[in-house]
């Protein structure tokens, strides 16, 4: 009876809780040869389904400076976030009690200039780049997918120069 009392609680907060805010970098390079969107994916270090760099808000950094911290920590890479989130999307992350809470994912556009051969989370993630579509197919989200797929429409729509640009 312990266990299904428990398992009760745990419901009830899980639909009492809003969702938790998390803040991710949808990291991106433009190929010099070809003018083709890349998209860098890695690997969560739970389950190893790929996703893109996020974290929990951190104090004294606004919402796109988290981002840029995030994939560097993650991913190894640097570059400026744009200010403004391209989007959101929501999923369920399991915490180390086994508990799932709904997290909601702002994210910011990161345009990558830099690669770093040390970060923090080497060696316990995969990481790929590879073309938007692509991209959008291999996350589990499906407003993730979403945000993607627009992201890159966006990207192949506009003139070069519109992204550096665009960070207001």
Not at 64 to 69: I, L, N, P, Y
Not at 82 to 87: D, E, F, L, W
Not at 106 to 114: I, R, Y
Request: proline share 4%; hydrophobic share 40%; glycine share 6%.
């Amino acid at each position: 009876m312990n266990f299904l009392n428990r398992l009760a609680a745990d419901v009830h907060l899980m639909l009492r809780r809003p969702a938790r805010m998390q803040y991710a970098a949808l990291c991106y390079r433009i190929r010099k040869k070809t003018g083709a969107l890349d998209i860098l994916l890695i690997t969560s270090r739970d389950t190893g389904r790929w996703v893109i760099p996020k974290g929990w808000p951190m104090q004294g950094k606004r919402a796109h400076e988290v981002a840029e911290r995030e994939a560097y920590e993650e991913a190894g890479v640097k570059g400026k976030a744009q200010k403004t989130a391209i989007g959101a999307y929501v999923y369920q992350k399991r915490m180390n009690h086994g508990l799932k809470i709904s997290c909601k994912v702002q994210v910011h556009a990161l345009e990558v200039d830099d690669f770093c051969k040390n970060f923090p989370e080497k060696g316990t993630r995969r990481l790929e780049w590879v073309d938007y579509k692509e991209a959008a197919s291999r996350v589990a989200e499906p407003s993730l997918k979403s945000l993607i797929l627009a992201f890159g429409e966006r990207m192949a729509a506009a003139p070069a120069s519109v992204p550096k640009s665009a960070n207001g």
